[in-house]
């Protein structure tokens, strides 16, 4: 008996898999998509106990979204990793990883194996990563007009934000925002009692021990300790005996020692990791010594970067006044502000001329509520990561304009493309042409129409700009008006979509594991 054509349940069963992966990814897409562009919307996420955010960042979304889909998790890592080493363009990553998996799932579906098809997606990705980057306009000095721009783009239009993103770009310096281990968003940080304002130093949500004594000094020395401020402990079987009660005596006069050293080095700011003891609590108090204590290990190693202090253990303490010496820090400032409830630290000017981070501002983003807090947060931190991603890696026209032009160059490049690849390349192609189709439909307009006019425009005029007016549905220069992105966003996004792409296509069964044991 013959063989017959597999029938249309045996692809289903065939593709099970792939076509329920893909339903998840569309379904994760589906939540974010709607924010795309200056008409894009907010989605409110509530949360099991009532509580609301409202909000049209990407990240937020995906990351308070309650998924259990294995595949829906991958494309929420694809975010996070967008977020993590961009800072910003996590619904581009998201918009272009789902269009991927629909483009490609349509292809494997109709015969072509998923092999050929991943293969010639990651051609694709890598041949529009290079057209991105061949375009890219460099960004050569924090004055360039584009550069305030981007980050206008990338706060919402929010005039406020944007300028304190400026000032603070400026006053750290371009090779600042180039070291590859500083992130300007992380120095955002919003308040509800708070004024704008760029504060040269950082924020420390600490109290000092006696905030309604001393709480300023300027141009102190600082000590950091990996310890608490105490005296050397005795067991209380040896505290019995008169051998134990004399080594108590021996310790409590080190230890009275050991304060009398730091007041003879004129410390101002003490941090502690631990507590400290109340002698020792009174004895700077007496001294003007401000004190921190419980700081964790992450502010510590703020705190060190800023004053150039070196943590040390309280045995240190038994050295000279010089070895000492050698491992204090130094802060201009140092004072605790009662309306923000925080302790304000500013660099010293030997510390900014010297050292490798003396250079450290915080952005200080000042809020009507508490419930607008976080967004305006989120918002600053996009500006900031958009500036320092536009100063990295330079600028390309927005609104889907650009991956709408090297979709194009795709489609030229395929006639070189031999065999099956061609179907992956092609994926990549039309899920270019995404970005632009969903920033047009959260206009209001028709989405086929209009990308087509634009890429029909971009053809006839050789302008790789020009793109959708959201307002009136008529074709503009996106470069000329300057609407730009950076090219970082953009060239991360594609790869990380590109990543999460083939992963999800190259899925043929999931299998749940067993828990535990053998």
């Known amino acids: 008996m013959s063989q017959g054509k597999p029938n ?26 709607g924010t795309l562009g200056p008409k894009g919307l907010d989605a409110m996420l509530v949360g099991t106990n009532g509580e609301i955010i409202i909000t049209n960042d990407g990240v937020t979304i995906l990351d308070k979204m309650d998924v259990t ?8 890592q694809v975010a996070r990793s967008q977020q993590r080493e961009v800072g910003d363009g996590t619904t581009t990553a998201t918009v272009l990883a789902g269009a991927m998996v629909q483009e490609g799932v349509s292809q494997v579906t109709r015969g072509v194996p998923p092999t050929k098809v991943v293969s010639g997606l990651q051609r694709g990705v890598a041949l529009a990563i290079e057209a991105l980057q061949r375009r890219a306009r460099p960004v050569t000095s924090l004055d360039d007009p584009l550069l305030r721009q981007t980050a206008y783009i990338a ?3 929010q005039a406020d934000i944007v300028h304190l993103v400026m000032e603070a770009a400026q006053r750290l310096g371009k090779d600042k925002l180039l070291d590859p281990q500083f992130h300007l968003a992380d120095a955002v940080s919003a308040h509800e009692k708070a004024d704008n304002e760029v504060w040269p130093g950082i924020l420390l949500r600490y109290k000092p021990v006696h905030r309604h004594a001393v709480t300023a000094r300027t141009d102190a020395r600082v000590l950091v300790l990996r310890d608490a401020l105490e005296p050397e402990q ?20 080190h230890f009275e020692a050991q304060l009398e050293r730091l007041r003879a080095l004129d410390i101002g700011l003490i941090v502690l990791e631990r507590g400290i003891h109340p002698d020792a609590e009174q004895f700077c108090h007496d001294h003007r010594m401000i004190v ?3 700081v964790n290990r992450d502010e510590i190693a703020r705190i060190c970067r800023l004053t150039g202090a070196v943590p040390m253990r309280r045995t240190a303490l038994h050295k000279s006044e010089e070895e000492i010496g050698r491992m204090l820090g130094t802060v201009g400032s140092v004072h605790y502000d009662e309306r923000l409830e925080r302790v304000r630290l500013a660099a010293s000017e030997q510390r900014i001329e010297g050292a490798i981070d003396g250079q450290t501002v915080t952005i200080i983003v000042g809020a009507s509520t508490a419930e607008v807090v976080g967004e305006r947060a989120r918002i600053a931190a996009d500006a900031a990561s958009a500036v320092q991603a536009a100063v990295k890696r330079g ?28 179907f992956g390349l092609m994926a990549v192609a039309q899920a270019l042409s995404k970005p632009m189709a969903q920033i047009v439909l959260n206009a209001g307009f028709n989405p086929l129409e209009k990308v087509e006019e634009a890429r029909a425009a971009q053809l006839e005029q050789n302008c790789d700009s020009i793109g959708v007016d959201c307002d009136t549905g008529g074709l503009i220069d996106y470069a000329e008006l300057g609407i730009v992105d950076p090219a970082l ?16 296509l190259r899925i043929h069964n999931v299998i749940k594991m067993r828990q535990g044991g053998e």
């Open 489 to 504: 966003v953009k060239i991360h996004a594609l790869q990380a979509a590109g990543e999460v792409a083939a992963a999800v």
């Open 292 to 294: 921190l204590q419980r």
């Open 69 to 76: 889909h294995p595949a829906a998790k991958l494309l929420i």
């Open 234 to 253: 005795l067991g209380e079987e040896l505290m019995a005996t008169e051998a134990g009660l004399a080594r108590y005596m021996e310790l409590r006069q």
């Open 8 to 33: 249309a349940l045996d692809s289903d069963e065939r593709y099970a898999a792939l076509i329920n992966n893909a339903g998840a990814i569309r379904a994760v897409c589906s939540a974010v998509e």
């Open 395 to 422: 600028i390309l026209p927005g609104g889907g304009t650009t991956e709408l032009a090297v979709a194009a160059e795709l489609e030229r490049h395929r006639d070189t493309v031999k065999g099956m690849e061609t």
């Open 155 to 157: 706060g919402r239009e």
